[in-house]
Every structure is written in C-alpha cells, then in structure tokens.
C-alpha cells in the first residue's frame, strides 16, 4: 500500500484547505485512514480518521468543528477539508492506513509522505 498526501500550501487565517490522500494498492480499500500532522518541535498528533468503508469519521476534539474528513472509494482518495484555518494549524500533515487504531500514530501501518500547511498572514 502507498499514499501520497497532497494539497498543502501558503493559506491566510480563517481560509479553508483541501487536503488528499490518494492510495494505491489492491488492498488499499481495505484499510481504514487517519490524518495527522506534526508541527515543528511537536510530537506527530491524530487530527481526523475515515473507515474502511467510510461509514464511521473520527476527529480530533481540538478541530472537531472545522473539518470534515470524507472518502471517495473508486478513486481510492481519502479528502479532509479544513476550515477557519488558524497559525497553530501549521504544520506537515500526513495521511496513514490502519488495520488497527486510528488514533495512535504506533498504530499506523503505511504512511504517505506529507504535505506541508502554513497558515500566516
């Protein structure tokens, strides 16, 4: 399985963003996929998941209210969209797939390779 996350960049405060994860792999739809991100000097924290199947979402309670995290299972592409987007949002956000937890980065099978969000004025 391979994931490449995309849709990162330069965005003001308050702008929403549109983050994919777009998998390969004849076993990829079997697995569910988080979100997370890591900012600079912080340790790599869990921001959103999406099963398997997409029936169950999973987020964050400090950005419940300004994401949505969503799949699209033929083309294999797990979305998160993010809104009101704050600086303490910034930085690099990763997708990963899971037959386990969806909330612990240990738990992560396969990792993309990220995509870097600044949120500054």
């Known amino acids: 399985v391979q994931l490449q996350a995309s849709g990162g960049g330069l965005v003001q405060p308050g702008d929403p963003l549109r983050l994919s994860c777009v998998g390969s792999?004849?076993?990829?739809?079997?697995?569910?996929i988080g979100w997370f991100r890591q900012a600079p000097g912080k340790e790599r924290e869990f921001v959103a998941a999406?099963?398997?199947?997409?029936?169950?979402?999973f987020s964050a309670d400090s950005m419940k209210d300004r994401i949505t995290i969503s799949r699209d299972i033929p083309k294999n592409t797990v979305v998160l969209q993010m809104n009101s987007l704050k600086p303490e949002d910034t930085a690099v956000y990763y997708c990963a797939a899971t037959h386990g937890s969806l909330r612990h980065p240990s738990d992560m099978n396969y990792w993309g390779s990220g995509t870097l969000v600044t949120v500054s004025s």
């Open positions: 999406i099963s398997w199947s997409g029936g169950r979402t």
């Open positions: 792999g004849r076993t990829f739809s079997s697995y569910d």
